[in-house]
Nanobody
Framework: QVQLVESGGGLVQAGGSLNLSCAAS????????MGWYRETPGKQRELVAG???????NYADSVKGRFTISRDNGKNTVYLQMNSLKPEDTAVYLC??????????????WGQGTQVTVSS
C-alpha cells in the first residue's frame, strides 16, 4: 500500500505565494517521476509540473517562471513553490507519483488533492 499525502493549500491574494508538499509513504522500493496536476470544475485535469528522479523538470506554459517543482528523494517528497499567484491558478492540486513497490511493477498513485484559492 502506497499513500500520497499533500499539504500546503489554502487561500491567498493575487500576487501571493504558497508552497505545496506531497510525501509518499508505505511499501516503496523506488519512486520514479513525481508531479503536480490541477483540476477545476468543467475542465480537464492538467499537468502543472513534473520532475524525474534525476531532477529533470517540465512545466505547463501557464506557470513557467512562477512555479518551481523540486523533490527530496531521501524523504520521497515533492514540493511545488507557487509565486505570483493569479486567480486563474485556483484549483484542486493533486500530487502524482510513479512508484515501484517491492516485487511489483511500477504504477501511478494519486494524492487526495489540496485546494488552492487565489482571490483577486
Amino acid at each position: 500500500q502506497v499513500q500520497l499525502v499533500e499539504s500546503g493549500g489554502g487561500l491567498v491574494q493575487a500576487g501571493g505565494s504558497l508552497n505545496l508538499s506531497c510525501a509518499a509513504s508505505g511499501s516503496i522500493f523506488r519512486v520514479n517521476a513525481m508531479g503536480w496536476y490541477r483540476e477545476t470544475p468543467g475542465k480537464q485535469r492538467e499537468l502543472v509540473a513534473g520532475i524525474t528522479s534525476g531532477g529533470h523538470t517540465n512545466y505547463a506554459d501557464s506557470v513557467k517562471g512562477r512555479f518551481t517543482i523540486s523533490r527530496d528523494n531521501g524523504k520521497n517528497t515533492v514540493y511545488l513553490q507557487m509565486n505570483s499567484l493569479k486567480p486563474e491558478d485556483t484549483a484542486v492540486y493533486l500530487c502524482n507519483a510513479d512508484v515501484k513497490p517491492p516485487w511489483r511493477s511500477s504504477r501511478d498513485y494519486w494524492g487526495q488533492g489540496t485546494q488552492v484559492t487565489v482571490s483577486s
